[in-house]
């Protein structure tokens, strides 16, 4: 008789379930949607069970695939555990850290490295990405660690608060509210904005959109482009104004300015570690390194420049 569930089934059903549709669930498994598809009827045949319910937005997860979820995550665990206890001391032990695109601190180069100096043996990686991918990489167990932008959906995860940003406008230096001290979001108005896209970021974008409509501000938005650099080359060129974390006045472009935002702690964009829920011990290690980085660039910044906002203790 044939197995009706194996550890790649679970996955790729684990994978969909994160996700919420076959197209973000392919990506994060590093497959095309079609065979993943394939995959997922195969396995609720075997069943003789829907396990999603599909429909244009995506899919949602039928009372079967509620049952079946938390199992599938608990074996897959298990997998994992069994792979590294089985490998013992033969080779480093690997730890991979997700680290969001959304923010730019000046620490989040230096993590990998301190993590070596207090756990030589540990062979670390990072990689960087939009906060809900890093949590579905986390969810599927591709990442130990992320630090992600908050506000995120991180339903079943363990996420500790480090900072939280306030929002400036980035402008082209010879631009008319280049002259100001500071800009308010009714100036923004018949300005064109970049805006990054919602599926990015959904849960903070929701939270600008209703920080805009308490102003009355509908802004004239045009694409973000996902590099930093380019969006900042815009910037200086006069294609549009940028609303960014306080961090990126870090970087200097010529033919950019910043100015604070008058609205910008309503705005706010917060930075968070998420693990799952039973590392306490990797939670730890991780939140000590960072208090140690955190430190250093204040340290580093207290001459020229004072005021470095460093890591906190809640929300």
């Given at each position: 008789?044939?197995?009706?569930?194996?550890?790649?089934?679970?996955?790729?059903?684990a994978a969909v379930a994160a996700a919420g549709n076959f197209r973000h669930a392919a990506d994060t498994l590093h497959m095309s949607q079609p065979p993943l598809s394939r995959a997922i009827?195969?396995?609720?045949?075997?069943?003789?069970?829907?396990?999603?319910?599909?429909?244009?937005?995506?899919?949602?997860?039928?009372?079967?695939?509620?049952?079946?979820?938390?199992?599938?995550?608990?074996?897959?665990?298990?997998?994992?555990?069994?792979?590294?206890?089985?490998?013992?001391?033969?080779?480093?032990?690997?730890?991979?850290?997700?680290?969001?695109?959304?923010?730019?601190?000046?620490?989040?180069?230096?993590?990998?490295?301190?993590?070596?100096?207090?756990?030589?043996?540990?062979?670390?990686?990072?990689?960087?990405?939009?906060?809900?991918r890093l949590v579905r990489a986390l969810r599927m167990h591709k990442l130990d660690a992320a630090i992600i932008a908050l506000p995120t959906e991180v339903a079943d995860l363990s996420v500790?608060?480090?900072?939280?940003?306030?929002?400036?406008?980035?402008?082209?230096?010879?631009?008319?509210?280049?002259?100001?001290?500071?800009?308010?979001?009714?100036?923004?108005?018949?300005?064109?904005?970049?805006?990054?896209?919602?599926?990015?970021?959904?849960?903070?974008?929701?939270?600008?959109?209703?920080?805009?409509?308490?102003?009355?501000?509908?802004?004239?938005?045009?694409?973000?482009?996902?590099?930093?650099?380019?969006?900042?080359?815009?910037?200086?060129?006069?294609?549009?104004?940028?609303?960014?974390?306080?961090?990126?006045?870090?970087?200097?472009?010529?033919g950019v300015s910043y100015r604070p935002l008058k609205e910008g702690e309503e705005l706010s964009i917060g930075v968070g570690l998420a693990t799952l829920s039973e590392d306490a011990e990797?939670?730890?290690?991780?939140?000590?390194?960072?208090?140690?980085?955190?430190?250093?660039?204040?340290?580093?910044?207290?001459?020229?420049?004072?005021?470095?906002?460093?890591?906190?203790?809640?929300?």
């Amino acid at each position: 008789m044939a197995k009706r569930l194996d550890s790649r089934s679970l996955g790729m059903f684990a994978a969909v379930a994160a996700a919420g549709n076959f197209r973000h669930a392919a990506d994060t498994l590093h497959m095309s949607q079609p065979p993943l598809s394939r995959a997922i009827r195969a396995l609720e045949e075997r069943l003789g069970v829907r396990l999603f319910d599909r429909d244009t937005q995506g899919v949602a997860l039928t009372k079967a695939g509620r049952k079946l979820l938390p199992r599938a995550q608990r074996i897959l665990r298990l997998i994992a555990e069994a792979e590294e206890a089985i490998a013992g001391d033969k080779d480093p032990k690997r730890l991979k850290i997700g680290i969001t695109s959304a923010i730019e601190l000046n620490w989040f180069s230096g993590l990998a490295a301190r993590i070596g100096v207090e756990r030589p043996a540990l062979s670390v990686s990072s990689v960087s990405d939009t906060s809900p991918r890093l949590v579905r990489a986390l969810r599927m167990h591709k990442l130990d660690a992320a630090i992600i932008a908050l506000p995120t959906e991180v339903a079943d995860l363990s996420v500790t608060p480090l900072d939280r940003q306030p929002m400036v406008v980035a402008v082209s230096s010879s631009h008319r509210l280049a002259r100001r001290r500071a800009i308010a979001l009714i100036d923004l108005l018949g300005e064109s904005v970049f805006q990054f896209d919602r599926a990015r970021q959904p849960a903070f974008f929701d939270h600008c959109q209703a920080v805009f409509a308490r102003h009355g501000v509908a802004l004239n938005a045009v694409p973000e482009p996902a590099d930093h650099h380019v969006l900042l080359a815009g910037v200086a060129n006069g294609s549009a104004l940028a609303l960014l974390p306080a961090s990126f006045m870090s970087i200097r472009r010529s033919g950019v300015s910043y100015r604070p935002l008058k609205e910008g702690e309503e705005l706010s964009i917060g930075v968070g570690l998420a693990t799952l829920s039973e590392d306490a011990e990797l939670r730890r290690l991780l939140l000590n390194c960072i208090e140690h980085l955190v430190r250093e660039t204040s340290a580093a910044a207290a001459g020229p420049r004072r005021g470095k906002r460093g890591m906190r203790g809640k929300s």
